[in-house]
């Protein structure tokens, strides 16, 4: 069973979360039987952290070079989403003072 994705200030509503959740991507073929690795990914420190991890795996050659660039760019979008969500919350709070 997923878990509700966090609503996090307007770039993401609430029916977005109703419709992630509701997603079972246990049939999909294309997931693989191996056992998933979830990574907390709640803020951009925990974002970073992962970002390394896939970094010290490609060096160490754990991981594919091709296959870690993808993960690497995913994670660059999630990080500009965590930092552009926070700026329009700090700009909402300081209109709001006004």
């Known amino acids: 069973m997923l878990r509700k994705p966090p609503v996090i200030g307007t770039l993401f509503q609430p029916r977005d979360a109703e419709m992630l959740a509701s997603v079972d991507d ?7 039987s191996e056992k998933r690795v979830r990574a ?3 803020n951009t420190h925990e974002v970073r952290t992962e970002l390394c991890k896939v970094y010290r795996e490609m060096r160490g050659g ?6 870690g660039s993808k993960y690497a760019h995913v994670l660059q979008v999630i990080a500009r989403l965590f930092e552009t969500t926070d700026l329009a919350e700090r700009i ?3 209109e709001a003072k006004q």
């Open 26 to 32: 246990s049939s999909d073929p294309t997931t693989p």
């Open 40 to 42: 907390p990914l709640r």
């Open 62 to 67: 754990k991981l594919p070079v091709d296959h």
């Open 92 to 94: 909402e709070k300081l």
